[in-house]
């Protein structure tokens, strides 16, 4: 039994759940590197311009739509 090789389609199926996997682990690395930059930009508006937490809620606010945006472009730039 040892010596017996996986039917091809078995090996499609595993190597298309890999793809899958390693797709959308990409796009949440991708996600929270974009809105983290923007985080990090607001908190630096906040200790230069003494903002309070203002400066971090609008990178919040401007993070999202950013970071959505941008996950967009790629999932549509893979089809």
Do not use: N, W
């Amino acid at each position: 039994m040892s010596g017996e090789k996986m039917p091809p389609k078995e090996k499609g199926a595993l190597r298309q759940a890999l793809d899958a996997y390693l797709f959308l682990s990409g796009i949440g690395i991708f996600f929270c590197a974009v809105l983290g930059i923007f985080i990090y930009l607001g908190r630096a508006a906040d200790e230069y311009f003494v903002l309070g937490h203002k400066g971090t809620f609008v990178g919040i606010l401007l993070g999202f739509p950013a970071a959505i945006f941008s996950v967009y472009r790629q999932i549509r730039k893979m089809r």
